[in-house]
T-cell receptor, first 109, second 116 residues
């Protein structure tokens, strides 16, 4: 079993829909990261959180430490949100990141 | 501030050769981490350097090595290349403040290595 599991693996939605991507982890963590990777490879860090909820524009990330679960939500989705979204956790004591396999999101106009 | 830069962006090598990739972190960042991304294994941590010292290492063979210079620039080297080393190699930097272990990482554009 991987330390970090994401679901779904692929998600296709219509423009304007509310999107939810889930991440579960099995180890103790110091922080959870949500990353966005566009075609071509560049990775952008969207959120780093260790508790509660963070919001940036149309993106919201939540984490439940007790349940070892995090969600990334996108409101009013847009075709430019099409990308691979990757969940990663950093372990206590060091900043080594362990990654989920990613969720490929496609937003259709 | 300029972002993280990586050179070269694309590279083609043959089996048995060695390769050196370079990463220049954001000015003022002291920590540089390297990652390998392949279709089969996804993103995997290679190693992290902080103040010229390797601080963490992933589960990769000794053919993968790295170093960091006094200006925080980092290089990684892969010797005796294998076909399976074909991948996107990403580096990421962060401030590395010792009292703030949880920091956002800033990724470079990556070097795409193809081994023939």
């Amino acid at each position: 079993k991987n330390e970090v599991e994401q679901s779904p693996q692929n998600l296709t939605a219509q423009e304007g829909e509310f999107i939810t991507i889930n991440c579960s982890y099995s180890v103790g963590i110091s922080a959870l990261h949500w990353l966005q990777q566009h075609p071509g490879g560049g990775i952008v860090s969207l959120f780093m959180l260790s508790s509660g909820k963070k919001k940036h524009g149309r993106l919201i990330a939540t984490i439940n430490i007790q349940e070892k679960h995090s969600s990334l939500h996108i409101t009013a989705s847009h075709p430019r949100d099409s990308a691979v979204y990757i969940c990663a956790v950093s372990n206590f004591g060091n900043e080594k990141l362990t990654f989920g396999t990613g969720t490929r999101l496609t937003i259709i106009p | 501030k300029a972002g993280v830069t990586q050179t070269p962006r694309y590279l083609i090598k043959t089996r048995g050769q060695q390769v050196t990739l370079s990463c220049s972190p954001i000015s003022g960042h002291r920590s540089v981490s390297w990652y390998q991304q392949t279709p089969g294994q996804g993103l995997q941590f290679l190693f992290e350097y902080f103040s010229e010292t390797q601080r963490n290492k992933g589960n990769f063979p000794g053919r993968f090595s790295g170093r960091q210079f006094s200006n925080s620039r980092s290089e990684m080297n892969v010797s005796t290349l294998e076909l399976g080393d074909s991948a996107l190699y990403l580096c990421a930097s962060r401030p590395g403040t010792s009292t703030t272990p949880r920091e956002t990482q800033y990724f470079g554009p990556g070097t795409r290595l193809l081994v023939l």
